[in-house]
């Protein structure tokens, strides 16, 4: 069955970096644009960014210049850079197979002082 494990979440002081990871497993990686979202306290879950397979990138324009979508096909796992963090990334990152149903269970990142 379809797994996405998101990790690396955690507290960060703004301007601060976080890296995360979504490990995934259950179908052929390869095959599949890949994308992270979040959803944030009493908001609806957004777009962050979105990898193709061809590895050609799109991001929201709050997170341009700032976060960097990558991927490595031989480990099935999809990553988020972020760098310069604010307090309004404060949200749960979620990871998703293209535009599929599954989701996994998300990661939490809070930026704060």
């Known amino acids: 069955q379809v797994q996405l494990v998101e990790s690396g979440g955690g507290l960060v002081q703004p301007g601060g970096p976080l890296r995360l990871s979504c490990a995934a497993s259950?179908?052929?990686?390869?095959?599949?644009?890949m994308g992270w979202y979040r959803q944030a306290p009493g908001k609806e879950r957004e777009l962050v960014a979105t990898i193709t397979t061809a590895r050609s990138t799109n991001y929201a324009d709050s997170v341009k210049g700032r976060f960097t979508i990558s991927r490595d096909n031989a480990k099935s796992t999809v990553y988020l850079q972020m760098n310069s963090l604010k307090p309004e990334d404060t949200a749960v990152y979620y990871c998703?197979?293209?535009?599929?149903?599954?989701w996994g269970q998300g990661t939490q990142v809070t930026v704060s002082p």
């Open positions: 259950g179908f052929i990686f390869r095959y599949y644009d």
């Open positions: 998703r197979r293209g535009s599929r149903p599954e």
